[in-house]
């Protein structure tokens, strides 16, 4: 079956450290992989893409890696800060088509000062 | 510029009720998607609409229907309410599929509850 996988559990960093987020998938072959950032009560808001065949992409202090082979996608934020506490969802463009995203549960970091 | 707007915020409705969901997007943007995002899950895609036509539809049952009108804003109607319809759903616009980006810009979402 197909599934998208992400930590259940809240990720509980200090600040100031590197937060590292996984997203693992089974049986979905997707163009691309996004993450989002979602606050309690609001919509996800985007903030970065991969593509296929892209191995890292970086914007200020995230930086995502996409792995086909592993089917694995990870997530870092650096300098970690209170600010960035929230929900972190990863998606797959499974239909280049539409756009159809799916989404897995999304982990929630928590960045304590 | 106005991000994604969705209306109303908050809605409770009674089992076997019918409800329409409204939702604009981004002025430019000619494809809109609905999610459904139940607590403690990520959304699940419901609908696309590009052009006013329907180009994907996820595994929800036929009480689900949407449309999208000539301005590019769209409806969301679930008829027949259950209990288990009670969730956040997130419209997200975007230029649409094969305009080299598959950016979704979310709105605030529906809080819908069905008691």
């Known amino acids: 079956s197909q599934k998208i996988e992400q930590n259940s559990e809240a990720l509980n960093i200090q600040e100031g450290k590197t937060a590292t987020l996984t997203c693992n998938y089974t049986?979905?072959?997707?163009?691309?992989l996004q993450w989002y950032r979602q606050d309690p009560g609001r919509g996800p808001v985007f903030l970065l893409l991969?593509?296929?065949?892209?191995k890292e992409k970086r914007k200020e202090r995230l930086k995502v890696t996409f792995d086909t082979t592993l089917k694995q996608s990870l997530f870092h934020i650096t300098a970690s800060q209170p600010a960035d506490s929230a929900t972190y969802l990863c998606?797959?463009?499974?239909?280049?088509?539409?756009?159809?995203?799916?989404f897995g549960q999304g982990t929630t970091l928590q960045v304590k000062p | 510029d106005a991000g994604v707007t969705q209306s109303p915020t908050h809605l409770i409705k009674t089992r076997g009720q019918h409800v329409t969901l409204r939702c604009s997007p981004i002025?430019?943007?000619?494809?809109v998607s609905w999610y459904q995002q139940v607590l403690g899950q990520g959304p699940q895609f419901i609908f696309q609409?590009?052009?006013?036509?329907?180009?994907g539809r996820g595994n929800f049952p036929d009480r689900f229907s949407a449309r999208q009108f000539p301005n590019y804003s769209s409806e969301l109607n679930v008829n027949a309410l259950l209990l288990g319809d009670s969730a956040l759903y997130l419209c997200?616009?975007?230029?649409?599929?094969?305009?080299?980006?598959?950016?979704?810009?979310f709105g605030p979402g529906t809080r819908l509850t069905v008691t």
């Open positions: 049986n979905y072959s997707p163009a691309y």
């Open positions: 997200a616009s975007s230029l649409g599929p094969g305009q080299g980006t598959y950016e979704q810009y």
């Open positions: 998606a797959l463009v499974v239909s280049s088509n539409t756009g159809k995203l799916i």
């Open positions: 002025s430019g943007h000619k494809s």
């Open positions: 609409y590009y052009e006013k036509e329907e180009r």
């Open positions: 991969i593509r296929e065949n892209e």
